[in-house]
Nanobody
């Protein structure tokens, strides 16, 4: 079955960096675009970044452009989110997601907290 497992979250000071990972299994990873979303309690989940199947095309929310980088390693079936210059407003639960056959698949999320 399709599984997405995020890791790498934690507590970091403003200006710091974190790298999130999302390990995929149960499907041919290299055939599917991947996305990172985030959600704060009481708010809708928002798209942070997306990447094409071969990594050649990426897109970002305006709020993270220039600070976050999405990339993937198809040999490891893993997608990453490198987050630099973190701000308190980046605090959220971060999820990876893919879509196949019209269905969305989500991981369980990893919490990122940016605080001094």
């Amino acid at each position: 079955q399709v599984q997405l497992v995020e890791s790498g979250g934690g507590l970091v000071q403003p200006g710091g960096s974190l790298r999130l990972s999302c390990a995929a299994s149960g499907f041919t990873f290299s055939n599917y675009a991947m996305n990172w979303y985030r959600q704060v309690p009481g708010k809708e989940r928002e798209l942070v970044a997306g990447i094409s199947t071969d990594g050649g095309s990426t897109n970002y929310a305006d709020s993270v452009k220039g600070r976050f980088t999405i990339f993937r390693d198809n040999t490891k079936s893993t997608v990453y989110l490198q987050m630099n210059s973190l701000k308190p407003e980046d605090t959220a639960m971060y999820y990876c997601k893919t879509k196949m056959w019209g269905r969305h698949y989500w991981g369980q999320g990893t919490q990122v907290t940016v605080s001094s």
